[in-house]
């Protein structure tokens, strides 16, 4: 049986979480639920506050700010390659069970939901097991979600100090044959926005949708 790849639950950080207004109206009770009513009714007339995102809010963090590496045609890339456009990237491997291409199905479907502003979304899988996912392997498998994704490969010498710069988790645990072990990684994806500034953390299982509703909020700011 394959053994199913591990996720790793913890996200790079944590979202701050303020009290929803009727929460704390009834935490300050009477004149000061007034209070606080008022108040909304001041920030109502100066503009509603826009609904937060579905993902973990990374705007100004210092690490995960790029890459320089060769797609699965030989081409390097960068994130300017790709201004104008929300990039998602994610960390992972072709043989991987399940974790990854559920992860890819989801990005796939929520290029689907964003109809025509698709075309401005950007999915980059970055190989953690570049000894044996070749250049041809990975063109075959972006080909299986959609033709537009783009696989990148770090040596693996290279490999280590872009998980660091990224805070990825990854770990090779040998199987049954030295050609059958499988990776530990962790799950989550980067999601950067139309000027290649890192915005957001969605966890693994999010889902398509909320992934689609962040990506045409980041496409609309642009």
């Known amino acids: 049986m394959t053994r199913p790849t591990r996720v790793d639950p913890r996200p790079p950080s944590e979202p701050h979480i303020v009290p929803r207004r009727g929460a704390l109206a009834r935490l300050l009770g009477g004149a000061g639920g007034a209070l606080l009513a008022l108040g909304a009714g001041w920030l109502g007339g100066c503009g509603e506050r826009p609904p937060a995102f579905h993902g973990i809010d990374l705007t100004g963090a210092d690490y995960a700010q790029g890459f320089d590496l060769p ?18 990237v994610f960390f992972g491997y072709t043989q991987c069970p399940d974790v990854c291409p559920t992860s890819l199905a989801e990005l796939a479907e929520a290029k689907r939901l964003l109809g025509a502003d698709g075309a401005r979304l950007q999915g980059i899988f970055i190989s953690v097991d570049p000894e044996r996912d070749t250049p041809e392997l990975m063109r075959a498998y972006m080909a299986s979600f959609d033709p537009t994704f783009l696989a990148l490969r770090a040596e693996p010498q290279e490999l280590s100090a872009l998980a660091k710069a990224f805070k990825v988790y990854y770990k090779k645990v040998e199987g049954s044959t030295p050609t059958s072990y499988t990776m530990d990684h962790s799950a989550g994806s980067y999601v950067y926005d139309t000027q290649g500034r890192l915005r957001l953390y969605h966890r693994y299982g999010s889902g398509a949708q909320a ?12």
Do not use: H, I, P
């Open 211 to 222: 992934l689609a509703s962040d990506v045409k909020r980041l496409l609309a700011e642009g």
């Open 71 to 88: 797609d699965q045609n030989g081409q390097r890339r960068t994130l300017a390659d790709f201004r104008g456009k929300v990039v998602v």
